[in-house]
């Protein structure tokens, strides 16, 4: 049996009006130090994000979102926060801000697989849940 790692985690949002405090979770971020391992992915739901603010420019919020991933994989390309240690760039990621941007605050878990984590964090926090159907009078 595999050990169990502590891993750190935050909810990625986007905030149209940052006034309104609404928002939609767009994606994960999971860290783990032990194990040397940042990651996120995003999942936008631009019909969901577009029924909060219709005036809102997607194409700005997809560019910014798609930073996240690069600057939790490192690297030149990355820019000079991605240049940062990997727990640093965490930090970095979910330090609080009042932008359209945000994230929630950290948790931490335990697991044995972290790949399954962020699996797990986008089924139960990012993406819809299904419809309930309504039961109909025979």
Not at 7 to 28: L, Q, S, T
Not at 50 to 79: F, N, Q, R, W, Y
């Amino acid at each position: 049996m595999r050990d169990h790692l502590t891993y750190d985690y935050a909810i990625i949002r986007v905030v149209p009006k940052v006034e309104r405090e609404e928002f939609i979770n767009v994606g994960v971020i999971v860290s783990c130090a032990t194990s040397r391992f940042l990651e996120a992915r995003i999942e936008l739901d631009q019909q969901r994000l577009m029924a909060l603010d219709p005036t809102l420019d997607i194409d700005m919020i997809c560019s910014h979102l798609a930073v996240i991933p690069i600057i939790c994989a490192g690297g030149k390309e990355s820019g000079p926060i991605g240049q940062l240690p990997q727990r640093e760039r965490f930090h970095w990621i979910v330090a609080p801000r009042s932008t359209i941007i945000q994230t929630s605050r950290v948790h931490t878990g335990l697991c044995q697989d972290l790949t399954a984590v962020i699996e797990h964090l986008l089924q139960t926090m990012v993406r819809p849940a299904p419809a309930k159907q309504n039961c109909s009078a025979v």
